[in-house]
């Protein structure tokens, strides 16, 4: 089974500021994990994917996230908001093993909001 | 990648009726998805659609409801039946491009009264 958890339905952030999003997983082989952003009224876009290598991984819009494998985790960060960030953020999971689910599982959202 | 386009973007609906959804991709794939977003919420997906077999459906989505064709590689369709207002929500359709990445298209707003 494959799962994953987003432990904030909202996070607030100044412009300029960095900015973190939380995104833990769960699953019994090895994971691929994929972070989607969602404006207002439009379909989610993908951001970031780890899939092996580096545990840093840089994405689109200067955003990047970490593998931890240890902690199970893989958090969106970005060194400097802007209030165009603001959106819908979803982190998921596909497990990779023998076995495991073509289909990713998706967090259940986290509400970015960027203020001026 | 891949480039989705949905109609209609948005329909209100009268409890009791049927909408059917197209979903056009750009490319050839061979795993389409539909899921089901409630304005702010995650995703939950109804089916899985491979060209050349029946659809694959989640457990509470059953194809009397939700039924869906994929005549080719490019084109799906999901149709809502029966529509209720529990069936308000945006419907979103999906593709897999082989290279581990899913594209959404911009969804269906779906408001049924």
């Known amino acids: 089974a494959q799962s994953v958890a987003q432990p904030e339905d909202q996070v607030n952030v100044a412009e300029g500021n960095p900015l973190t999003v939380k995104c833990t997983y769960s699953?019994?082989?090895?994971?691929?994990l994929f972070w989607y952003v969602q404006y207002p009224n439009r379909g989610l876009q993908f951001l970031l994917k780890y899939i092996t290598g580096d545990n840093l991984v840089k994405g689109s819009y200067g955003f990047e996230a970490e593998f931890n494998k240890s902690q199970t985790s893989f958090h969106l960060k970005k060194p400097s908001a802007l209030v165009s960030d603001s959106a819908l953020y979803f982190c998921?999971?596909?497990?990779?093993?023998?076995?495991?689910?073509?289909?990713?599982?998706f967090g259940r959202g986290t509400s970015l909001i960027v203020h001026p | 990648s891949a480039v989705i386009s949905q109609k209609p973007s948005r329909d209100i609906c009268q409890r009791g009726t049927s909408l059917t959804i197209q979903c056009q991709v750009d490319s050839q794939v061979t795993m389409m998805f539909w899921y089901r977003q409630q304005p702010g919420q995650s995703l939950t997906l109804i089916a899985t659609a491979n060209q050349g077999s029946e659809a694959t459906y989640e457990s509470g989505f059953v194809i009397d409801k939700f039924p869906i064709s994929r005549p080719n590689l490019t084109f799906s369709t999901l149709t809502v039946s029966n529509m209720s207002p529990e069936d308000s929500s945006i419907y979103l359709c999906?593709?897999?491009?082989?290279?581990?990445?899913?594209?959404f298209g911009p969804g269906t707003r779906l408001t049924v009264l």
């Open positions: 999906s593709v897999d491009d082989g290279y581990n990445e899913q594209f």
């Open positions: 699953v019994s082989g090895n994971p691929y």
């Open positions: 998921a999971v596909r497990d990779m093993s023998a076995g495991g689910s073509y289909i990713p599982t």
